[in-house]
C-alpha cells in the first residue's frame, strides 16, 4: 500500500534530477513521436493534478461508494505496478518551448505540498465517496493516491531513455 512517503520518495527523484540536466536537454526530442523529459515531467505535472481532482472530489460524499474498479485496475492496485508495456493514453503536454526547468521544479515542489494536503484529508475524512477514472472505473481516495504514485513510477524507466 502506498504512503505519504512512498509518494514523496518517488516524486524527490524526479525533483532531485532535474539538477541534472541542462534546458538544452531538458528539452531534446530524441525522435518525433517521443516526448522530452520537460514533456515526460509536464505530463506528470498535469496528470497527478488531475487525479487529485478526481481524489478530492471524492470527499464529502458517498457517491458512487458501492461501485467497482475493473479487474485490470483490481490487478494493478493488487501488484503496486503498472503493468511493463508502453501504455498509450490520451494526455496532452505542452510543446517544449514552453517549458522552463524553473517552472517544472517550482510545479513539482506545489505538487508535492498538494500531495501532503491530500495525505492527510485522506487520513482524516470519515466520509469518502469513488470517483471515476475513463479506464478503471470507480477508484476510492486511497486508490487514486496509489494509481497517482504507480503512474509517475511507470515513468521512470522513460525518463532513463530519454
Known sequence: MVTDTVFEHTLSVFMEDLEEYTEMVFRKKESPDRWSLAQLYMHIIIDTNWYFDQLESCFGNRLNADREMSDNAKEMLLQNSFPDIKIKGNSSVPENDSIL???????????????????????????????EHPGFRYLSPIEWYQFAEMHIRHHFKQKIKE
Open 101 to 131: 526547468i524553473d517552472h517544472v521544479k517550482r510545479d513539482l515542489r506545489l505538487l508535492l505540498e498538494r500531495s501532503q494536503s491530500v495525505w492527510s484529508r485522506i487520513k482524516s475524512e470519515p466520509v469518502s465517496g469513488k470517483a
